[in-house]
């Protein structure tokens, strides 16, 4: 038998819980809805796989660009400097407006 990574161990609603900061109510009503984490049933019994729940967490991570130039900049903009920076798709990061 192969053993379980940690990132693949599947977790009861409590786990889960503790794990997403939300309460097992929240996601008991998401299940009913047909929304939030993927989860498997056993019987009675609900499993999530946290790297399913790590996964979609990560997936819906919002970054806010001005600290995002400044990381790669590495140096602090004020205000001004971060305006006039525009998204250049070619390289899927923000450049200074020529």
Known sequence: MEMESVSDRYLNENEAALLTGLSVQTLRNWRCKGIGFPYT???RSVRYLRSEIISM???KKITFPRFEIQKGLGKQMNEKETQA??????SERYCRAR
């Open 41 to 43: 049933k056993i019987g």
């Open 57 to 59: 967490m990560e997936s």
């Open 85 to 90: 920076l525009v998204w250049c798709p070619e």
